[in-house]
């Protein structure tokens, strides 16, 4: 199976998987991202940048779970 390369992504929980370092690389590059941090739990690079768009949208993903449930 080959390798994958996790990065999270900008305003969102979502996780983007890439098959090869290349991409992985590109995807930095084309959001000018040149600090990441790995997060050796979940196997993914945390991209510090990013955290307080991807808290926003935590804080009201919780509001509409609140408000209408989660599955």
């Known amino acids: 199976m080959p390798e994958e390369f996790k ?37 993914v690079l945390r991209v510090p940048e990013w955290a307080a768009g991807r808290a926003e949208y935590s804080r009201l993903k919780m509001i509409d779970c609140q408000r209408w449930g989660c599955n």
Do not use: C, W
Request: aromatic share 8%; glycine share 6%; net charge negative.
């Open 7 to 43: 990065v999270e992504m900008p305003n969102t929980d979502a996780i983007r998987i890439f098959r090869s370092e290349h991409d992985r690389q590109e995807y930095l590059m084309k959001h000018g991202i040149d600090v990441v941090v790995m997060d050796d739990v979940y196997g």
